[in-house]
């Protein structure tokens, strides 16, 4: 399956996989190959100018797309395509859904349902 997500979602399902509690070996797994798959490569790193702020014991991730600009200079995010296993979208759609069921997520994750809309067309 094809998800067409930008720099901010990539980062931010990394940043949810990294916080997620509670995987067995196999969950581990299965969230680090996609963790792979939405990496940034040094490409997309250059083009945003994609850096990562140390303050004290946290990080802080800084990006710039105002490069990318439509004729009209509206700035855009280019979308990349990821290419998931069928097993791995349902695998990060039911995250994303235990999550939300929970009540963990907060609007700063509102981003991540633009990523399960995708994924649920399966």
């Known amino acids: 399956m094809i998800v067409s997500l930008t720099v901010k979602p990539r980062i931010s399902v990394i ?11 196999s969950a ?3 969230a680090l190959k996609i963790v ?9 790193r ?8 140390s303050s004290g014991e946290s990080n802080s991730l800084s990006w710039d797309t105002t490069k990318d600009r439509t004729e009209d ?3 855009v995010d280019i979308p990349v395509d990821i290419d998931l296993s069928d097993e791995q979208a349902e695998f990060l759609a039911e995250i994303i859904q235990k999550a ?3 009540k963990e997520l907060t609007v700063a994750d509102a981003v991540l349902l633009d990523v399960y809309d ?4 399966v």
């Open 73 to 75: 200079g509206e700035i």
């Open 100 to 102: 939300g069921d929970a």
């Open 15 to 25: 940043n949810f996989l990294n916080t997620r509690k509670g995987f067995d070996l």
């Open 28 to 30: 581990m797994r299965k």
């Open 118 to 121: 995708q994924l649920k067309k």
């Open 36 to 44: 792979g798959k939405l990496e940034l490569t040094k490409e997309d």
């Open 46 to 53: 250059e083009r945003v100018n994609f850096k990562i702020i």
